[in-house]
């Protein structure tokens, strides 16, 4: 669960991750003039059911993928035909979500005279999650969210032009700019018995790879995909066992919606739904056809569940 309460000192005018203010915080507290959303995971979205103003600042893909979130209840009636129509939890919020893409310094207006500079950057942790970069009157915080900080992804950020000027000069000598604040993710740290230690996403993966290649080729595979997260396994599954990944009408259209509309949502629509090269159209790893590779919802029809399979569960420890 996230720790984060939304508030950064250095900018008191935005929350960030937290929309719901309650009890003597909500008589106290003067309303934020904007709301900043890192990723679609629930813990992040406390409140936001329910936020009426002011503007909500997201990454395109997080935007495309909330407008189409369904609760668990009411996908399953629809899957069941005991609804005739989906009901979307967030649709309402469609006005009010406003994005911003990645690496784009981007300034934001919160009042007369009082506007702020914002940089998004992919967080490593489920399609759509970001960090965010803020600046203004003097002050520069780094607000992470959830994030897997590997070598190579901290070596890619720092070599972002935006953040260059934040980052240790050859030869070690200091920055040319400052951070006054890192907002850390700390959900981890924060157990009784914290981890120590995480092995890296590669580690994770290759160590998946090798318990499939030890059976037969026809057999059929089912990958509880819980939550957002698990996209470059699939991506990395599909690839190796050469088809394509069945997934339930839902969740294919949720992920269709980062390749349609107005320009690409996300970087690996490409990769998830294919793309048109000439005349020629190139599948991606998501299909509603049947195929020995499953992550389809249970509860959604698929032939899959009627009949034997080995049911594989990827640790937790690939996405976080």
Not at 3 to 18: A, L, N, Q, W
Not at 288 to 316: A, I, M
Request: hydrophobic content about 35%; proline content about 4%; some cysteine.
């Amino acid at each position: 669960m996230s720790t984060f309460d939304g508030k950064v000192k250095e900018f008191p005018d935005i929350r960030i991750d937290h929309f719901r203010l309650s009890g003597a915080a909500a008589a106290s507290s003067k309303p934020p003039l904007a709301y900043f959303l890192s990723h679609v995971h629930s813990d992040h979205l406390q409140g936001l059911e329910t936020c009426k103003s002011p503007f909500i600042y997201c990454s395109p893909a997080t935007k495309a993928i909330l407008l189409r979130l369904e609760k668990y209840p009411h996908r399953m009636n629809f899957a069941k035909g005991i609804l005739e129509t989906r009901k979307q939890t967030y649709r309402h919020l469609k006005l009010l979500l406003k994005t911003i893409p990645l690496a784009t310094p981007t300034v934001i207006d919160l009042a007369h005279g009082k506007s702020i500079r914002v940089t998004l950057f992919d967080a490593n942790h489920c399609v759509g999650a970001v960090m965010f970069l803020i600046e203004g009157d003097g002050k520069a915080i780094l607000y992470t969210g959830d994030i897997r900080s590997e070598l190579w992804w901290v070596n890619n950020l720092v070599r972002e032009p935006v953040m260059l000027a934040y980052s240790l000069q050859n030869g070690g000598k200091a920055s040319l700019k400052q951070l006054d604040c890192i907002y850390l993710d700390t959900t981890f740290a924060s157990k009784d018995n914290p981890y120590k230690h995480f092995p890296s996403k590669l580690e994770g993966t290759q160590e998946l790879l090798e318990k499939i290649s030890k059976y037969p080729k026809d057999t059929v595979f089912y990958f509880d995909t819980w939550t957002f997260g698990y996209e470059d396994v699939w991506m990395t599954l599909c690839n190796f066992l050469d088809c394509q990944v069945h997934v339930d009408e839902y969740r294919y259209k949720l992920y269709r919606a980062l390749a349609t509309g107005e320009g690409t949502k996300a970087e690996e629509a490409a990769r998830l739904f294919g793309y048109k090269c000439g005349n020629h159209t190139q599948e991606g790893c998501l299909t509603e056809q049947q195929s020995r590779l499953h992550s389809c919802e249970q509860g959604t029809g698929c032939e899959v569940f009627k009949k034997g399979r080995w049911n594989v569960k990827p640790s937790s420890q690939i996405t976080h």
